[in-house]
């Protein structure tokens, strides 16, 4: 294990000394990310540190679940976030499907208007497609 941080390490520098972090070549195409962005992309926004597993408020203060996942259509649009809701300790608890532009940050907290948990719990439960 020591040796593959080593050698990661070491890709990672001498990557940066010629101006680009290579992640793969497929043919003759590389793909990676410029250092330049990779240095902006550092201080960025992160869906898994800033909304994944974020609790989902009602405007009355009360919790509604948490973010488990956000849905990318193929157009490349954020279009729902699954929510976790209902249940105790894991039981009785359904994924749900709220459309982002219903979910409001206000006062640092992710806020459905007009929702409740009975609204939330009475939703139907989202299931993940097991298409392709």
């Known amino acids: 294990m020591n040796r593959s941080i080593l050698a990661a390490c070491v890709n990672l520098t001498l990557a940066s000394s010629v101006g680009l972090a290579q992640a793969q070549i497929a043919g003759t195409t590389t793909v990676g990310v410029e250092v330049s962005a990779l240095q902006e992309l ?7 540190k800033q909304i994944l597993s974020r609790s989902v408020f009602n405007e009355k203060g009360e919790r509604l ?9 193929p157009d490349k649009a954020l279009s729902f976030a699954i929510i976790g809701a209902g249940g105790f300790i894991g039981l009785g608890r ?8 219903q979910i409001h940050l206000r ?4 806020v ?7 609204v ?4 139907p439960p989202f299931e993940y497609s097991t298409g392709k």
């Open 120 to 123: 939330i719990s009475a939703l």
């Open 42 to 48: 550092a201080v960025g926004w992160s869906a898994r």
């Open 94 to 101: 359904h994924d749900v499907a709220i459309p982002v532009d």
């Open 65 to 73: 679940g948490a973010i488990d996942d956000l849905i990318i259509t």
């Open 112 to 118: 459905v208007d007009g929702a409740s948990k009975q």
């Open 107 to 110: 006062n640092g907290r992710l």
